[in-house]
């Protein structure tokens, strides 16, 4: 989950103190490298689906830098852990940590889902939500964000958000099966531990978290975007 990446509330940046000159330059420059990694996947996805004439298995085309920019946004948890992003580290975690763990203990692990075409619909999702989300964290930090691109961050996920999560219960649903069938990550008794863990059972469990999860999350957004987006739709209607 995490499609809409709250993490960084933009409301934190008028209250507090930004970042110091080194630590703004940092961010800048790992902000310009998740923005120009999120562009790399995006044209890999182009230019395999004209080679191929198809979207079915696009995943493969652009597995390695999927996994390695997504991995990178565990870096986003320790920007809020010590204060130099002013957002919650809780909320940060959890919406970096979904994406991550869809990625690796699934999708990743399963390997019979990776052509599955949900995989492909929050593949999409997720890459033009961060295209977006790191450009307007560069432009923010620079001081100089084009309204566009704020347009953007609190438009799109309207569709973005419901779309990748659609991909995301639909990919976990799919490996279920296999999941089972395998045994993978699951802990039997007896063992010296006395410990037992299904992990088919997590999984389903993850997917029915989604069910309070995901509202809270879309209608944060939607205020959010009436916050920052409003006065500016008032202000056109008045003119």
């Known amino acids: ?42 044209v890999g996805l182009v230019r395999a689906y004209l080679a191929r004439g198809s979207y079915h298995g696009l995943y493969y085309s652009i597995e390695k830098p999927l ?4 991995t990178g946004a565990l870096l986003e948890i320790l920007h809020c852990a010590v204060g130099i992003v002013p957002s919650s580290v809780v909320l940060t975690g959890f919406q970096v940590m979904s994406r991550v763990f869809l990625t690796w203990a699934v999708t990743h692990s399963v390997r019979e ?8 619909l929050f593949v999409v999702a997720w890459t033009v939500t961060e295209i977006i989300r790191y450009s307007f964290y560069t432009f923010s930090l620079l001081n100089h964000l084009p309204y566009l691109i704020k347009w953007a961050r609190y438009t799109f996920f309207i569709v973005l958000y419901p779309m990748g999560v659609m991909g995301e219960l639909l990919t976990i649903y799919a490996a ?10 699951s802990i039997t008794l007896p063992n010296k531990y006395n410990f037992s863990f299904d992990y088919h059972t997590f999984l389903i469990f993850v997917m029915i978290s989604y069910i309070p999860l995901f509202p809270q999350l879309y209608f944060h957004m939607m205020r959010q975007r009436k916050k920052v987006l409003g006065h500016v739709e008032e202000y056109s209607k008045v003119e």
């Open 67 to 70: 996994k390695f920019f997504q």
């Open 176 to 185: 279920l099966p296999y999941v089972q069938k395998a045994g993978l990550y």
């Open 1 to 42: 989950m995490g499609t809409s990446k709250t993490a960084h509330s933009e409301s934190g940046h008028k209250k507090k103190k930004g970042p110091g000159t080194l630590a703004t330059a940092y961010l800048v420059i790992y902000n310009v490298i998740m923005t120009a990694g999120w562009l790399v996947i995006a």
């Open 113 to 120: 889902v990776q052509s599955e075409d949900s995989v492909l």
